[in-house]
DNA sequence: TTGATATTTAGATAATTATCTAAATTCAGC
DNA sequence: GCTGAATTTAGATAATTATCTAAATATCAA
């Protein structure tokens, strides 16, 4: 996992607004853009930015490409946040 | 918290740096700046957003200001990263 | 109060990023 | 192969961010 990547990925309201969607069920491209008052192109954008962070798949069928969530880099995100909780309790 | 201020502080690596320099402990602006090759005023800078992310705190001991780690950000960090993870488990 | 040290603030510049419009690509159905 | 629909790519522009130098502020020690 590239962290800054990842936060990058993160660090915008509309690319978490994406991921909350996806939490729900799988989207196209499409359904996803239409929840947003942004041009399709902008949305693509950021689609791929999840995509390259690993955050989200893709998956073509036919004319409509589906995206879905990758939870194995929340995974790794939780594992980088507990160093730094867990080490309040070391320091008790 | 403010997670888009949150993921911001975190999207870079001199500031993910600096926390991890913080895990051993506490250390003044200087000596955080001693290890970078960057002058002063830019880790000032990256100090101040970690301390608007509520990510550090600091305190002024005489001439020197000491900065800590908060993790109670981290916390809500594993929490929201969390809702993610465990989707994955509900969908099986 | 003066001089030295630690740190931040101000202001400028360069690099990065978000967004748009227009054009290109990919696929389905005829 | 042509047409239409879904999506992405390209290229431009505006906004944001990282970094620097110079100046300001705060504290200590004499």
Do not use: C
Request: aromatic fraction near 8%; charged fraction near 30%.
């Amino acid at each position: 996992m590239k962290l800054n990547q990842t936060f990058k990925a993160l660090a915008d309201p509309t690319r978490r607004k994406i991921l909350d969607l996806l939490k729900d069920k799988d989207l196209t491209a499409g359904e996803i853009a239409d929840q947003f008052q942004m041009t399709k192109p902008s949305i693509s954008h950021h689609l791929n930015l999840l995509k390259q962070a690993e955050l989200v798949r893709d998956e073509r069928a036919g004319q409509h490409i589906y995206y879905s969530l990758n939870t194995t880099v929340f995974q790794d995100l939780i594992k980088w946040s507990l160093q730094f909780y867990e080490e309040e309790e070391r320091k008790k």
